[in-house]
């Protein structure tokens, strides 16, 4: 599996469902949950073999109308991201509240260093 496709197995069941690689689709119902790679560090072998695993970091995005939505979601996922033990999750950030102004949504960004 892919990072991507671990996250999603931890947060599918949220917001109704509505989980998303990079952006949502327009439209899209709120709240949502969208998610990224935003880095991670590498393993290297000096054998230059890869590994079955990588370390990645993971942005969580929460996109709602109101604020207290988006925090009170942002707080499960944290929960939920916390619970899954065969990611061997690390909370590298709190959660820190945005608005986009173009939308007039309210959100709240989390990272997450996972092992998968």
Not at 5 to 30: C, N, W
Not at 70 to 91: K, N, T
Not at 93 to 112: K, S
């Amino acid at each position: 599996m892919t990072p991507e496709e671990h996250i999603y197995s931890v947060l599918q069941s949220m917001a109704g469902g509505r989980v998303f690689p990079d952006v949502a689709p327009l439209d899209t119902v709120k709240p949502y949950i969208t998610y990224q790679c935003v880095g991670g560090a590498p393993i290297n072998f000096l054998s230059g073999d890869r590994p079955d695993k990588q370390s990645v970091r993971m942005q969580v995005n929460v996109w709602a109308e109101r604020r207290t939505e988006a925090s009170a979601l942002g707080m499960l996922i944290e929960d939920a991201m916390r619970s899954a033990h065969h990611l061997q999750v690390e909370v590298v950030t709190g959660r820190l509240a945005t608005y986009d102004e173009q939308t007039d949504l309210r959100g709240t960004a989390q990272d997450f260093q996972i092992f998968c």
